[in-house]
């Protein structure tokens, strides 16, 4: 896919890696750029191509909205996400919903609203934020977390067969850490959150359905292969 002349959504774009995503679009050469938030007047909207949209991955109403509103998109970036830090056996059920319904379902919605549009147009490309905690899971509180990530990976493995044969590439971006607000405060190696997005727009335009942006992610991704105690350890 050329990403010059595109269109694209970005979704979580008033910071961090979405932002970064915007800025590389508009670099390339991107037609518009529909930049969306829960508070969209937080967007600084300062090129005339970008138009800021209200999109709130757990009001399914503003996403048909949005849908509505970006009905020529050729290219949708899911990356908005949150991180409850909730443990999966002594952290609140509550939250550990909160995760799926936006990382799982939230991501879900937003595909199936924009997914005819795209097809309508003749191909396109959809991206999916994912994580290097897709495939393993730490003990740093994200538990929760991981678990919405894996459903989402396999979600983005799902569309990516139901949408065969219809000329739109389905993408799944992991990373470790990304220096970005969701991460301040967390004791990691990160990478500049535009690292994220120019690896991810390279496999796009090269029709790559994965990407690993970082070294984190490709040794987990080597790892699955092996013994889980190479990721674990052993019981004690």
């Known amino acids: 896919m050329d990403i010059a002349g595109s269109t694209a959504l970005v979704t979580g774009a008033n910071r961090g890696i979405g932002r970064c995503f915007v800025e590389e679009l508009l670099a390339r050469g991107a037609k518009k750029v529909y930049a969306t938030a829960r508070r969209p007047e937080l967007i600084e909207a300062t090129d005339p191509r970008v138009t800021p949209l209200h999109l709130d991955l757990l009001d399914e109403r503003s996403i048909e909205a949005a849908a509505e509103a970006a009905g020529d998109v050729t290219l949708l970036v899911n990356n908005a996400g949150i991180a409850t830090g909730a443990a999966l056996l002594t952290g609140d059920l509550d939250a550990v919903r909160q995760d799926l319904e936006t990382h799982l379902f ?59 044969g219809r000329g739109i590439l389905v993408q799944g971006v992991h990373l470790g850490a990304a220096d970005t607000d969701m991460m301040a405060g967390r004791d990691a190696p990160k990478i500049d959150p535009a690292e994220v997005a120019r690896a991810s727009l390279d496999g796009v335009a090269a029709g790559a359905l994965e990407v690993l942006v970082d070294d984190p992610s490709r040794f987990v991704k080597g790892a699955l292969a092996g013994d889980p105690a190479q990721l674990y350890g052993t019981p004690a």
């Open 106 to 164: 939230g991501t879900l919605r937003v595909i199936r609203a924009f997914a005819l549009r795209l097809d309508s147009e003749g191909g396109g490309a959809i991206v999916n934020i994912l994580s290097v905690l897709s495939w393993v899971a730490t003990p740093q509180g994200s538990g929760s977390y991981s678990v919405a990530k894996a459903a989402e990976w396999n979600m983005t493995n799902g569309v990516r067969v139901e949408l065969g």
